[in-house]
């Protein structure tokens, strides 16, 4: 079992900035992918960016290649997503998920992802 539990979210203006932590527990998962999630009211959930926890292969969503930025501590089992630029459509309740299956590639498909934290909301707003 893995327990997941994001913090960071918040209300942040056009152009400004937040990280996302998402700290994890439980079982190892040195071979995992780890990936970040949002989803908007009225829309499902769509992928951000993703991390093989050993390796580090990363995966972004286009709409987030350049502006996000997707890392992990080991030593503090902890994911991080740091989030500049931020836009109003970047509004959204924000999941970490881990997928223990040890893709090589981590994949941008939630259905992939066995555990889910409870997520965090990112509101960006003037």
């Known amino acids: 079992q893995v327990h997941l539990e994001e913090s960071g979210g918040g209300l942040v203006q056009p152009g400004g900035s937040l990280r996302l932590s998402c700290a994890a527990s439980g079982r190892t998962f040195s071979s995992y992918a780890m990936g970040w999630f949002r989803e908007a009211p009225g829309n499902e959930r769509e992928f951000v960016a993703a991390?093989?926890?050993?390796?580090?292969?990363?995966v972004y969503a286009d709409s987030v290649k350049g502006r996000f930025t997707i890392s992990r501590d080991g030593a503090k089992n902890t994911l991080y997503l740091q989030m500049n630029s931020l836009r109003p459509e970047d509004t959204a309740v924000y999941y970490c998920a881990v997928d223990s299956s040890s893709p090589w590639r981590p994949s941008t498909t939630s259905r992939n992802y066995d555990y889910w934290g409870q997520g965090t909301q990112v509101t960006v707003s003037s």
């Open positions: 991390i093989r926890w050993s390796g580090g292969v990363i």
